[in-house]
């Protein structure tokens, strides 16, 4: 990114968590020229409404952090909206965006993009070298195309266009603005909002599903806002040396990773909820390990500022400002 602050900036997807978060990064540091469209406005699963939009508008730069995202259940019950839905947005947001001239695109994936047994940490070049994990097969291969997708326009048509489209495979992510829905939310919400209503109702016991044992890395949000806004700032010959043209993505993680039990226990404190935790091992316990190898990312110069507790504080703090809204 150029320290042009007048430049127009279309952030994908503003009102979800990350995307927040990365209008509140690039507001911070003087861009004031963002341009944002909620769903009702904009659909971006619509081809026509997109290209009429890009027509309109001609970003110089694209954040494009729109998805349908959920949990294990989510995954499990809507198979084919994960897909069609996050295929469409990508191809029609991606596209459009060259058609229209967009010569930078950050394209926001997820670690769900490798193999369930991808040797640990997972580098990026685990990538296509194994079966995905069953539960969220289908929003994984959405997100490989994704990237992808980035890939074979710069192939085509980076020389001639000028074009520079990247992507960032994030890790388990938490914090503000959050979904914390009781069945189709990610694991850290769904558990604050499980263990705030125990300690409200003073429920004796907490069951969460599977065995506990599997082990999650988790990045604070505003730290995935920084992020992505560090790797679109990159000068474009120190991101190639990096990264190959059929293998461009960069990890984010935090490093380390904890067991489900441990995340449990952790979220408790941050709640207040002093009852009992136990498992449910007949229910799925989706991937044993998903821990990120970040190296490539650190050894450009990021590293995350937000320890977990002190990440699980500022997320509860924010689901309770959702119930008094």
């Given amino acids: 990114m150029n320290k042009d602050l007048n430049q127009k900036i ?19 540091k003087g861009f004031h020229n963002i341009v944002t469209r909620t769903h ?17 508008e001609k970003p110089d730069q694209v954040y494009l952090a729109a998805a349908k995202v959920g949990g294990i259940h989510a995954n499990n019950t809507f198979p084919a909206e994960f897909i069609y839905q996050n295929l469409m947005v990508e191809a029609n947001v991606i596209h459009q965006a060259f058609e229209a001239g967009v010569k930078k695109l950050l394209f926001l994936g997820s670690s769900c993009i490798y193999p369930k047994l991808a040797p640990q940490p997972m ?18 291969i959405a997100k490989i195309a994704g990237i992808k997708l980035c890939e074979s326009y710069n192939r085509q048509y980076g020389q001639s266009h000028g074009i520079d489209y990247r992507s960032v495979m994030p890790t388990n992510l938490y914090g503000p603005g959050d979904n914390y ?11 604050i ?10 429920a004796p016991e907490v069951v969460i599903w599977g065995t506990g044992a599997p082990r999650r890395e988790f990045l604070y949000v505003d730290d ?10 990159l000068d474009k010959v120190i991101y190639d040396e990096h990264t190959e043209p059929m293998q461009s993505h960069i990890n984010v993680g935090f490093g380390s990773d904890v067991t ?9 404190k941050a709640t207040g909820y002093q009852g009992k935790i136990s498992f449910d091992p ?20 990021w590293d995350p500022q937000v320890e977990l507790p002190v990440g699980l504080q500022s997320a509860y703090q924010a689901y309770l400002a959702t119930l008094r809204l």
């Avoid at 909002?193 to 003073?202: G, S, T, V």
Wanted: no cysteine; net charge negative; hydrophobic share 45%.
């Fill in 10 to 28: 279309y952030v994908a997807g503003h009102r979800g968590m990350v995307g927040s978060s990365i209008v509140r990064n690039l507001a911070a």
């Fill in 40 to 56: 009702a406005e904009l659909d971006l699963t619509n081809q026509a409404q997109v290209a009429t939009f890009f027509e309109q």
């Fill in 123 to 140: 580098a990026e070049d685990a990538l296509l070298t194994g079966t995905l994990e069953p539960t969220n097969e289908p929003y994984a």
């Fill in 181 to 191: 829905h009781p069945e189709n939310s990610h694991v850290i919400p769904a558990l």
């Fill in 193 to 202: 909002r499980r263990f705030h209503e125990a300690k409200a109702e003073n």
């Fill in 224 to 233: 995935m806002a920084a992020a992505s806004v560090f790797v679109m700032d």
């Fill in 260 to 268: 489900i039990a441990e995340l449990a226990s952790a979220v408790a």
């Fill in 282 to 301: 007949s229910k799925p316990d989706g991937s044993p390990r998903k821990w990120m190898d970040s190296s490539k990312l650190n050894g450009l110069g």
